[in-house]
């Protein structure tokens, strides 16, 4: 079993959400917050897009798994609550983020310059993993009306750091990121993360098991 989580930065806009939690009973806000349940085999009755959903389809997700359709409701809300979901491998966990990642790139009106989504995990083969996933169900999907294309950095060690900080300085819109290189960037370069509204840790416990608490903090 590995663990997902899925949060907005203290800084964010949308500041108030509440985290999503099976193991007790929701707050009165929580519940006056709730979103309406719909269909669970349908991905538009989940609230994702039909342009998604029909991209979904063609790449023969045709029904949501039990972790997506749990927190699919939670995380397409509006505003997004907190969520921390915990699923066994090939559960599809990763779309179950990617896929409200991509939702709100479409559809933000932020002006904000820079990034607006940090996805961080502890190995290069995940981070990888995620760029191809992103990047396949992404394709051609900027902004709803014509916007550019949706700009990946993929940050982590044993990779070039100019290359790095040529990403970084490109503005994109998502950053795929082991801690520890990410860190070393973001001082070396006085890179300002303010921007981003999204931070998703795939694998938090591996994170918290390999030692990046510390980096994690910072």
């Known amino acids: 079993m590995s663990s997902t989580t899925v949060t907005q930065p203290s800084w964010a806009k949308q500041s108030s959400s509440i985290p999503a939690s099976s193991s007790s009973g929701p707050s009165k806000a929580a519940a006056s917050a709730k979103p309406k349940q719909a269909s669970s085999g349908s991905w538009v009755g989940l609230g994702v897009s039909a342009t998604l959903s029909r ?10 798994t039990p972790i997506q ?14 969520v921390l979901g915990m699923a066994r491998t090939g559960s599809g966990k990763t779309l179950a983020y990617i896929i409200p990642l991509l939702q709100r ?24 993993q995620i760029l191809r996933v992103g990047k396949d169900l992404g394709r051609g999907k900027g902004k709803e009306g014509g916007g550019s294309a949706i700009k ?20 994109p819109d998502v950053i795929i990121a082991t801690p520890g ?19 998703i840790y795939d694998e938090a416990d591996r994170l918290f098991e390999m030692g990046f608490e510390v980096q994690l903090h910072e």
Request: glycine residues 4%; neutral net charge.
């Open 55 to 64: 991209a979904l389809v063609l790449r023969g997700f045709k029904i949501p």
């Open 152 to 171: 990946w950095a993929l940050i982590m060690g044993g990779d070039s750091l100019d290359a790095q900080f040529e990403m970084l300085c490109s503005q």
């Open 105 to 128: 790139l479409a559809t933000s009106t932020s002006t904000a310059v820079g990034p607006k989504a940090l996805i961080l995990c502890p190995t290069r083969e995940l981070a990888l």
């Open 181 to 199: 290189r990410l860190l070393h960037l973001v001082v070396e370069m006085n890179y300002d993360m303010r921007s981003i509204e999204m931070v």
């Open 69 to 82: 359709r749990t927190t699919l409701p939670s995380t397409l809300a509006t505003p997004p609550r907190d």
